[in-house]
């Protein structure tokens, strides 16, 4: 079994940012990828980045490309994202998530086997 534990959220303010870090509670799991989604209140939840275990290519959505970047420590298991000059429409709970098997649709949550609790980020304008 898999445990992800986010931290790192926190309230910033506009153009501010954050850093957070997602651990994989196993020490010898090997995802294949692990990526980052976020859910405002009221809307659903949307992919945010997702980064190869391998080779460490990532993949991000739209409105974070240029401000977020996502990288991973394979020697402790733990993923992080960098957030920079961070948006009131960035306000979300983030959640990361690993899968075990590659898949080129790698931004739909059904694709992922492992969810972590959520971390909450407000950004204040």
């Known amino acids: 079994q898999v445990q992800l534990v986010e931290s790192g959220g926190g309230l910033v303010q506009a153009g501010g940012s954050l850093r957070l870090s997602c651990a994989a509670s196993?020490?010898?799991?090997?995802?294949?990828?692990m990526g980052w989604f976020r859910q405002a209140p009221g809307k659903e939840r949307e992919f945010v980045a997702v980064i190869s275990w391998s080779t460490g290519s990532p993949y991000y959505t739209d409105s974070v490309k240029g401000r977020f970047t996502i990288s991973r420590d394979n020697a402790k298991n733990t993923m992080y994202l960098q957030m920079n000059s961070l948006k009131p429409e960035d306000t979300a709970e983030y959640i990361c998530?690993?899968?075990?098997?590659?898949?080129?649709?790698?931004?739909?949550?059904?694709?992922?086997?492992?969810w972590g609790q959520g971390t909450q980020v407000t950004v204040s304008s």
């Open positions: 196993n020490r010898t799991f090997s995802p294949n990828a």
């Open positions: 998530a690993a899968r075990r098997y590659y898949s080129g649709r790698y931004f739909l949550e059904h694709e992922y086997d492992y």
